[in-house]
C-alpha cells in the first residue's frame, strides 16, 4: 500500500493515478467497503428504496410512474449521500449504492428527455425538467487569490476540463481572475490549445520579474506596465456579455474598493455587462501598497471605453470576497461550491474541514478561529471609533477584518499538498520547471477530487443538457405555430 500510495503521488495523467487507486482499494479492502450498502454515514435505506423503485417503473416502462417519483424529489444530498466523508474512506469513488442511485436518476431522465409519445406530453416534460433544474441547482468553481500560486488552477482546470466536469459558473478573485477570465474568453477549442504545457509555457511565461523591475530593491513594486502587457496577453479585449456570447461560461471577479465606505463587488454579465475583462482582472490583481488602486471602464453605446464608477477605485479581489459563494447562489442558483484554494494569507490554516466528521482537534480549532475573528473584530470597531482622523490605519482594520470574516472552503476542496511559501516570492516570476511543477501540482491535488465532483455534478450536468435541447425544440414549434398562424390569417387581417 505504502509503494502504490508513491507510484499515486508520482502519477503523470489521472487515467494512471485512478488505476494506481483502484489498486489500492483492493489491497486495503475498501473495494469491498464500497459494495456494502449498510453504514452509518448516510440514510442507505431510503436510497435502495428509491433506487428500486426507479429500476421497477424503468423496466415497466411506466413513464408515468417514473415521472411520478422523480416528481418526488431530485436532491444531490438525499439521505446524506452527498458527503464529502463518503469520498475519503476510499481512493476512489464511493459506495455503490450511491453510483447506482445516481446512474438511475440519470438513465430515468434520460429516457423520459427522448420519449416520442403524447403520455406523459411535451409541454408537461418540458415543465418537469426545468423545475427539477431548477431545485436541483448547479455547480460553481470558484479560484481564490494566490499570486504566483494561481497557476496551480491551471492544474486543477487542465482536469476539470479534462474529465468533462468543468462547471459553467466560475468565479476568480485576484490571481485566480486571470485563470477565470482565460476560461471564459476562450472557446474548449482554443482552451485545448492554451492548456498544453508547451503553450503554457510561452503564454504565461515571461523573462523579466514583475516585481522591482528597474524599480527600488528595498519597496517592492510592481512593473505595472509589464503586469497590463500580461494580462493583456491572456485575455481578450472583451466584455463581460461578449465574453458570456462567445463561450457561454458565467465567470465572475471579484474586486475589493479601496475606499473605507464602500463594499465589494462581483463583475460578471448579470450585473455589469459591458465592462472591460481586462480592467477587471487588473483591479482584482492589484494587491495594496503594491499596485495602485484601478478604475474599471466599461464599452458605451458607441462602442468605445469609458470610466465605470468613475468616482471609486478597486484593488485585490480576495480581500472582501475571495470566494463569492453567496452572490454567485443568488444570481445563479448555484448550491454546490468546488474550490480552488491557492491564498496563502489562510492556506496554513486550512484543512478540508468537510471531509471530517468529528474529532476533539477539529472542536477546539473552531472554538479558536471563531475567538479570534470575534476579537479582530472588537478590536475593528474600536479602531474604526478612535482613529477617525487616520485614514490609514481604518483601512488596514478594514482589510484584515474582512480577511477574517471570509469562508475558505466550500463542498469540495482542492488545496495544495504544500502550505508554506516563501512570501518574498509569491510575486516574483517563475521559471519553466516551477511553473511546471506548480501546475502539476494542481493536477495532483485534483485527482481524488475528481470521482466526487463526477458523482454530485452527473444530474445537474444531465439536466442542463436536457433543458438546453428541450428549449430550443420549443423554441421551433412556437415559430412554426407562428408561421402557420400567419399563412391561415386573411389577407386584409395580415395587412
Not at 411520478?68 to 444530498?77: D, K, R, S, W
Not at 517592492?220 to 481578450?236: C, F, G, M
Request: net charge positive.
Amino acid at each position: 500500500m505504502k509503494k502504490l500510495e508513491k507510484q499515486m503521488s508520482e502519477a503523470q495523467s489521472y487515467q494512471q493515478w485512478a488505476e494506481l487507486a483502484r489498486d489500492h482499494d483492493r489491497c486495503s479492502g475498501r473495494e469491498h467497503w464500497k459494495k456494502i450498502d449498510k453504514t452509518s454515514l448516510y440514510d442507505y435505506a431510503s436510497i435502495r428504496s428509491r433506487l428500486e423503485r426507479l429500476r421497477y417503473f424503468r423496466e415497466n416502462n411506466d413513464n408515468i410512474g417514473l415521472l411520478f417519483t422523480l416528481n418526488e424529489g431530485i436532491h444531490g444530498n438525499m439521505g446524506g449521500m452527498g458527503q464529502p466523508v463518503l469520498y475519503t474512506r476510499s481512493k476512489f469513488g464511493t459506495k455503490q449504492l450511491i453510483e447506482d442511485y445516481i446512474d438511475a436518476i440519470v438513465d430515468a431522465l434520460d429516457h423520459l428527455a427522448r420519449l416520442d409519445c403524447d403520455t406523459p406530453g411535451f409541454v408537461e416534460r418540458l415543465d418537469f425538467f426545468r423545475r427539477a433544474n431548477k431545485c436541483y441547482g448547479k455547480s460553481a468553481l470558484m479560484l481564490s487569490g494566490g499570486a504566483v500560486l494561481g497557476n496551480f488552477h491551471v492544474g486543477v482546470v487542465r482536469t476539470l476540463i479534462a474529465e468533462g466536469v468543468l462547471p459553467d459558473v466560475i468565479s476568480g478573485a485576484s490571481a485566480g481572475s486571470l485563470i477565470a477570465a482565460v476560461l471564459g474568453t476562450r472557446t474548449d477549442e482554443e482552451l485545448g490549445y492554451f492548456l498544453d504545457p508547451e503553450n503554457l509555457i510561452k503564454e504565461l511565461g515571461m523573462e523579466v520579474d514583475l516585481v522591482n523591475n528597474g524599480l527600488s530593491e528595498t519597496t517592492p513594486r510592481i512593473n505595472h506596465r509589464l503586469l497590463k502587457e500580461k494580462i493583456a496577453q491572456l485575455v481578450p479585449d472583451m466584455t463581460f456579455q461578449e465574453a458570456f456570447e462567445k463561450t457561454g461560461r458565467h465567470i465572475n471577479i471579484s474586486v475589493s474598493p479601496s475606499d473605507v465606505h464602500q463594499t465589494s463587488r462581483l463583475l460578471n454579465a448579470v450585473a455589469s455587462p459591458n465592462v472591460y475583462i481586462r480592467k477587471a482582472v487588473l483591479a482584482s490583481c492589484a494587491v495594496p501598497g503594491i499596485f495602485p488602486p484601478v478604475m474599471l471602464e466599461a464599452k458605451n453605446v458607441h462602442g468605445h471605453p469609458q470610466p465605470y464608477l468613475a468616482t471609486r477605485r478597486w484593488i485585490d479581489g480576495s480581500v472582501s470576497d475571495d470566494l463569492p459563494a453567496k452572490r454567485l447562489a443568488r444570481l445563479y442558483g448555484v448550491n454546490h461550491f468546488i474550490v480552488s484554494q491557492t491564498n496563502p494569507l489562510v492556506l496554513w490554516l486550512l484543512q478540508d474541514n468537510k471531509a471530517v466528521q468529528f474529532g476533539v482537534a477539529k472542536s477546539l480549532q473552531g472554538v479558536v478561529m471563531r475567538g479570534m475573528k470575534d476579537w479582530i473584530d472588537a478590536s475593528n470597531t474600536l479602531i474604526q471609533r478612535y482613529f477617525k482622523n487616520s485614514p490609514r490605519i481604518r483601512r488596514m482594520a478594514n482589510l484584515t477584518n474582512a480577511i477574517t470574516r471570509q469562508k475558505y472552503t466550500g463542498d469540495v476542496n482542492i488545496i495544495p499538498r504544500y502550505r508554506f511559501f516563501d512570501p518574498r516570492k509569491l510575486l516574483t516570476e517563475l521559471n519553466e520547471k516551477e511553473l511546471l511543477n506548480l501546475i502539476h501540482e494542481g493536477e495532483l491535488a485534483t485527482w481524488p477530487k475528481v470521482e466526487m465532483i463526477r458523482r454530485s455534478t452527473k444530474i445537474s450536468r444531465k439536466l442542463a443538457e436536457i433543458l438546453e435541447a428541450y428549449e430550443a425544440e420549443e423554441m421551433q414549434r412556437l415559430g412554426k405555430a407562428h408561421h402557420h398562424l400567419g399563412a391561415e390569417m386573411p389577407r386584409s387581417r395580415r395587412a
